[in-house]
């Protein structure tokens, strides 16, 4: 599959103008949101508009993900993976080792060499809606049904304080004083990003997250090629690290 950016990709179908579309990237780059979920809250375009155009545009299958759940498939992934890439099992060919992969943003190339590693299956990425999806993540995983939460808004300035839901929990990130003097920080320990930096060049200032992860799963797949990890050992660090 080509890689291309949504926006060229609806730009293309006719679903959006280039004003609209440079407005919402100048949004997106404001909330760190992802440009479909801009466009939709925009109100520019649908979510079924949006997962349709990307699907005729891709040529990749649409899915409907309330018709059933493949549990074979479910079971393959964490809940935290899905509700990051807003993606969802969808099914699994045991015979040809294949998993279709539901996903709001099927260009997510990073999610698919993430889950091709950690299942050592051939994924195929498919389409859904980013409310069919969390709709089927709440269900599958965490028993809940229903409408899944919408989007949160940008916090006013000078709020005390933002709920997060992450899971089944509630916690509240505290903002400090307008007037509070920033804590001195002496020199510490390099991050994951600090280290990945030296040793594979640094990342774009314009999406660090995003090289971040694909620098990250570039050097799993090189240290599983040479034998110096396993999927299994892999897994072990993931379920000790939590």
Excluded at 30 to 36: I, S, W, Y
Excluded at 121 to 126: A, E, I, K, S
Excluded at 205 to 219: Q, R, S
Aim: glycine share 6%; hydrophobic share 40%; with cysteine.
């Amino acid at each position: 599959m080509a890689r291309r950016r949504i926006g060229e990709v609806l730009l293309e179908r006719g679903a959006i103008s280039q004003a609209q579309l440079e407005a919402a990237l100048f949004r997106q780059k404001q909330t760190k949101q992802k440009l479909g979920v801009v466009l939709v809250q925009q109100g520019l375009i649908s979510e079924d508009q949006l997962a349709h155009t990307l699907a005729e545009a891709l040529a990749l299958p649409l899915v409907d993900l309330s018709s059933g759940t493949d549990w074979a498939a479910v079971h393959l992934f964490r809940p935290r993976f899905c509700e990051q890439h807003d993606c969802f099992p969808y099914s699994l060919d045991r015979a040809t080792k294949r998993l279709l992969l539901a996903m709001a943003d099927p260009l997510n190339h990073t999610a698919l060499s993430e889950a091709e590693f950690t299942t050592g299956l051939t994924v195929q990425p498919c389409v859904a809606s980013v409310s069919g999806v969390r709709s089927a993540i709440l269900r599958a995983y965490h028993k809940v049904t229903g409408q899944p939460p919408s989007a949160p808004r940008p916090p006013a300035p000078g709020a005390p304080a933002v709920p997060i839901v992450v899971g089944e929990a509630l916690r509240e990130v505290k903002r400090p004083p307008p007037d509070a003097a920033p804590t001195p920080v002496g020199p510490g320990p390099k991050s994951l990003g600090d280290e990945l930096d030296e040793l594979l060049g640094g990342a774009s200032a314009e999406e660090p997250d995003e090289k971040l992860e694909k620098k990250f799963w570039a050097l799993i797949r090189v240290l599983s090629r040479k034998g110096v990890i396993t999927r299994e050992e892999f897994h072990r660090e993931l379920e000790d690290s939590e």
